[in-house]
């Protein structure tokens, strides 16, 4: 929806908010030239949220990509944030931040990008989920689900039992159901079981990059 006079970074809330998807692409690629390739795959085949993720780059390149990523995702009305680093994010204005357990904290990032942008955490328990609800995350990535080779330091696999159990625990403590991504593993197969515990949206990485093709059904099974 376009709004006249409207700030980009407020639409980018409101987005955050209310209509926020339930498909994000985590970007894969040893090279610079793979990680754009892939970005730009997913987008031509219809994601619309890309997170920005390429471990053991020096800063210059994920710099550099992140600066790719972010033109190639405003030109195509995509939503990208970026993993792991708060002021990569600021520095390229990125639509926001996934931050896992060990990395900054959630106040900094929001200090540092503001209130108008989405910034993710990381969880793999309960008490995980607890403290991401009370940091006012803008949605929890929720995992690992199985084993997955894009991860390194796995947490402990959760399993569709462990999602259900995290879910059932917050409904017996009154809690609302944040917006969770299930992260780790996921793929097209497993969207119908997640929706049905309760998960909010998917992150993936593996099949997408693989099957760029695959992303319209992926749409379609979370409508």
């Known amino acids: 929806m376009y709004l006249k006079n409207v700030s980009k970074t407020l639409i980018i809330r409101v ?21 754009e390739l892939n970005i ?11 997170q920005v993720r390429w471990k053991n780059a020096s800063e210059n390149e994920l710099i550099k990509l992140s600066e790719v990523s972010k033109k ?3 030109d195509n009305q995509t939503v990208c944030i970026i993993n792991d680093y708060i002021h990569i994010a600021k520095m390229v204005d990125a639509d926001g931040v996934h931050l896992g357990l060990k990395d900054e904290k959630i106040e900094s990032a929001r200090q540092i990008l503001g ?19 009370n940091e006012n995350c803008d949605y929890i990535g929720l995992g690992p689900l199985r ?42 197969k497993d969207i119908d079981l997640l929706q049905q515990i ?17 992303i319209n059904e992926f749409k379609i099974a979370m409508q």
């Open 15 to 35: 987005y955050s908010n209310y209509k926020m998807e339930k498909l994000q692409y985590i970007s894969q690629g040893f090279t610079i030239e793979d990680q």
């Open 40 to 50: 730009r795959k997913a987008i031509d085949n219809g994601v619309k949220w890309i």
């Open 72 to 74: 190639i995702c405003s």
């Open 115 to 133: 209130k108008h942008k989405i910034i993710g955490g990381t969880a793999n328990t309960l008490e995980d989920i607890i403290q991401r609800i």
């Open 147 to 188: 084993f997955t080779s894009t991860k390194e330091q796995l947490s402990p696999i959760l399993d569709f039992e462990g999602y259900e159990k995290i879910i059932q625990d917050l409904k017996e403590k009154g809690l609302e159901i944040p917006k969770i991504f299930a992260i780790g593993g996921v793929v097209l």
């Open 198 to 214: 309760g998960i909010y949206g998917v992150a993936v990485s593996g099949q997408i990059t693989n099957q760029p093709s695959i």
